[in-house]
């Protein structure tokens, strides 16, 4: 009787969805019936165009009507109600038929909208209004409204990944017992009602009662209070110490911060962001109130450096839809710290609606939107190296055989990212530039299908020889894993790390940086055709030594990052003592 009861409730609660967000349930069916059309059919069409846009379309549609009915409930007693109402919609509608536009743009170009990066922004940007649309008027309590918004949404997956589960039992057992049904065909169609008009109607069901405050949460949202005040807030912290450590690093050793360094500061500052966000209202003298002082502040010079990093990455290889975006939510992250240093009081509503509108101008900017950032920054990169070699005249582009391996590269990942990305079909040398085939014939090499860079492996051609005169001795180091490398009798070795040490007696050493030599054979890579012996050489003179070490053969798992232990390199090392010594 008891699981009765629960189905009885659920359903009136599902009905309370129906009634009191019609539009948003008629989009959340919508969007499963022209979702389950393109799964039927790929190249179906439904009003002259993919059932796949018009799957997002209604994604988009059932956020924003969802964040409209929230609104206007909380503005029903105001004089100009019915002005609010027809603003609101006609709000609504405009949204999506510029939104419409956009992603039909998009499926003109060949890119696939469901999972492109605008459509992602628009989902993102959408669904944000749903944060802001009941408490636009009253900003009370306004971080718990977010939060308890959150686990209802985890609770309405929960729903549906279970009814998904249960289904799917009943589906295979119809499978294997009877062959009714197909499973391997059926289950996309389960995954997509279970997971649209299903959990959406649980979601929608369930806001009444965050709306009048009869949330039934009192003890998770203590516990995760706990968790923002006494674990995140604590070990942010110790993370933002380590970051200035390196920062002192690089400064004192005046190195160059790595590109890596950009995520590792953005997205972890955009979690601090949320955190304050969630512990602003703590005044008590705990780790999180000081965590609220000292954070922001201590944030700001630590986008400085991510900036600079992602500067030197750009001044490089020009802007993309990733870069911008980099740039876009990392001037939000800054404003979100300056506005928790200067405000007095927690009005912090501006935050998700000032991140909406972020997202909103990198989709809609016109010329200041990601895609046309990116374009314009890509193609002027690709028309600096057609200008310097002479190739670029009237428009038009002059095929030459005097580019460089690293020029050849460029030409090919800034053709194949704009083709790949945007619309070309108004600059003649990118239109028809889809094809290995085509770049031959427009640039006039053909283009390397690896890609960029990433087999750093290398073996010396041993049939040319190498020059060892003026040498006493040579000596065949071998070091692949961390054990002991081997040497031949007479010269100690070492693996330390990434570093193979070469002991020419017990005072005079000398260090091969595994990662060095990778990175050089990188560049050899990008910037020649073939590598020779006295390309990988190192020289130099040690104590009373004098040194000529060859790289005869290389193993290297991996193109980025740390050098992995399994890592290997053979040497051939010379030796000689110096004259007089």
């Known amino acids: 009787?008891?699981?009765?009861?629960?189905?009885?409730?659920?359903?009136?609660?599902?009905?309370?969805?129906?009634?009191?967000?019609?539009?948003?349930?008629?989009?959340?069916?919508?969007?499963?019936?022209?979702?389950?059309?393109?799964?039927?059919?790929?190249?179906?069409?439904?009003?002259?165009?993919?059932?796949?846009?018009?799957?997002?379309?209604?994604?988009?549609?059932?956020?924003?009507?969802?964040?409209?009915?929230?609104?206007?409930?909380?503005?029903?007693?105001?004089?100009?109600?019915?002005?609010?109402?027809?603003?609101?919609?006609?709000?609504?509608?405009?949204?999506?038929?510029?939104?419409?536009?956009?992603?039909?743009?998009?499926?003109?170009?060949?890119?696939?909208?469901?999972?492109?990066?605008?459509?992602?922004?628009?989902?993102?940007?959408?669904?944000?209004?749903?944060?802001?649309?009941?408490?636009?008027?009253?900003?009370?309590?306004?971080?718990?409204?977010?939060?308890?918004?959150?686990?209802?949404?985890?609770?309405?997956?929960?729903?549906?990944?279970?009814?998904?589960?249960?289904?799917?039992?009943?589906l295979v057992g119809a499978d294997v017992l009877f062959g009714v049904v197909d499973f391997s065909t059926t289950v996309t169609y389960l995954v997509t009602i279970c997971f649209m008009p299903f959990m959406a109607a649980i979601f929608l069901s369930r806001l009444s009662v965050v709306e009048e405050g009869r949330s039934h949460y009192g003890a998770g949202i203590h516990v995760i209070n706990n968790l923002f005040n006494n674990i995140l807030a604590p070990v942010l912290g110790l993370y933002v110490l380590l970051l200035y450590l390196y920062m002192a690093k690089i400064i004192i050793l005046q190195e160059l911060p790595t590109t890596s360094v950009v995520n590792l500061i953005l997205w972890p500052m955009a979690l601090a962001v949320f955190v304050l966000f969630m512990v602003d209202h703590n005044r008590d003298r705990t780790g999180a109130y000081y965590f609220r002082k000292v954070m922001p502040p201590a944030a700001l010079p630590l986008l400085g450096l991510m900036y600079y990093a992602w500067f030197l990455r750009v001044h490089q290889y020009g802007f993309t839809e990733n870069r911008y975006m980099i740039f876009a939510l990392g001037l939000w992250v800054a404003f979100a710290m300056v506005h928790f240093i200067?405000?007095?009081?927690?009005?912090?509503?501006?935050?998700?609606?000032?991140?909406?509108?972020?997202?909103?101008?990198?989709?809609?900017?016109?010329?200041?939107?990601?895609?046309?950032?990116?374009?314009?920054?890509?193609?002027?990169?690709?028309?600096?190296?057609?200008?310097?070699?002479?190739?670029?005249?009237?428009?038009?582009?002059?095929?030459?055989?005097?580019?460089?391996?690293?020029?050849?590269?460029?030409?090919?990942?800034?053709?194949?990212?704009?083709?790949?990305?945007?619309?070309?079909?108004?600059?003649?040398?990118?239109?028809?530039?889809?094809?290995?085939?085509?770049?031959?014939?427009?640039?006039?090499?053909?283009?390397?299908?690896?890609?960029p860079v990433m087999n750093l492996n290398y073996a010396m051609d041993m049939a040319k020889g190498m020059d060892i005169s003026g040498y006493d001795k040579i000596y065949f180091v071998s070091s692949y894993g961390e054990g002991d490398p081997a040497a031949a009798e007479g010269l100690k070795t070492e693996r330390i790390r990434g570093s193979v040490v070469i002991h020419l007696s017990d005072?005079?050493?000398?260090?091969?940086?595994?990662?060095?030599?990778?990175?050089?054979?990188?560049?050899?890579?990008?910037?020649?055709?073939?590598?020779?012996?006295?390309?990988?050489?190192?020289e130099g003179e040690k104590g009373p030594y004098v040194?000529?070490?060859?790289?005869?053969?290389?193993?290297?798992?991996?193109?980025?990052?740390?050098?992995?232990?399994?890592?290997?390199?053979?040497?051939?090392v010379l030796v000689k003592e110096k004259e007089g010594m």
């Open 547 to 572: 040194y000529k070490i060859y790289v005869t053969d290389t193993v290297f798992f991996s193109a980025q990052g740390e050098v992995d232990p399994d890592a290997g390199i053979s040497l051939c």
């Open 342 to 451: 200067v405000q007095k009081r927690e009005l912090h509503m501006i935050l998700p609606m000032t991140l909406a509108a972020v997202l909103l101008v990198s989709v809609f900017g016109g010329p200041i939107s990601a895609d046309s950032v990116a374009f314009r920054s890509q193609k002027q990169r690709l028309d600096a190296i057609l200008a310097a070699n002479h190739m670029l005249k009237g428009g038009e582009v002059v095929p030459s055989g005097n580019l460089s391996v690293k020029e050849k590269r460029e030409i090919q990942e800034i053709v194949q990212y704009l083709t790949r990305n945007h619309d070309v079909s108004h600059v003649a040398y990118l239109r028809d530039a889809n094809s290995s085939e085509a770049i031959e014939r427009i640039y006039g090499f053909t283009p390397d299908e690896g890609g």
């Open 507 to 538: 005072t005079d050493s000398i260090n091969v940086d595994l990662k060095d030599v990778r990175e050089k054979i990188r560049i050899l890579r990008e910037t020649k055709d073939e590598i020779e012996p006295e390309d990988l050489t190192l």
């Open 1 to 170: 009787m008891r699981l009765l009861q629960l189905i009885t409730q659920e359903l009136k609660q599902g009905k309370e969805a129906f009634r009191r967000f019609p539009l948003s349930m008629a989009f959340a069916f919508l969007a499963a019936i022209f979702q389950c059309l393109w799964l039927h059919k790929g190249d179906a069409t439904a009003f002259k165009t993919s059932p796949y846009l018009l799957a997002a379309l209604c994604v988009i549609g059932f956020f924003l009507t969802t964040a409209a009915y929230l609104y206007l409930e909380t503005a029903r007693d105001r004089e100009n109600f019915h002005s609010l109402l027809l603003g609101t919609w006609m709000g609504v509608l405009l949204f999506l038929v510029i939104s419409t536009f956009r992603m039909a743009s998009m499926r003109k170009e060949g890119v696939d909208i469901y999972f492109a990066m605008p459509t992602l922004i628009l989902f993102a940007a959408s669904g944000l209004m749903v944060f802001c649309g009941g408490k636009i008027r009253d900003e009370r309590r306004f971080p718990t409204y977010v939060l308890i918004i959150i686990m209802e949404i985890a609770v309405s997956y929960l729903y549906a990944f279970v009814l998904f589960a249960a289904m799917c039992l009943l």
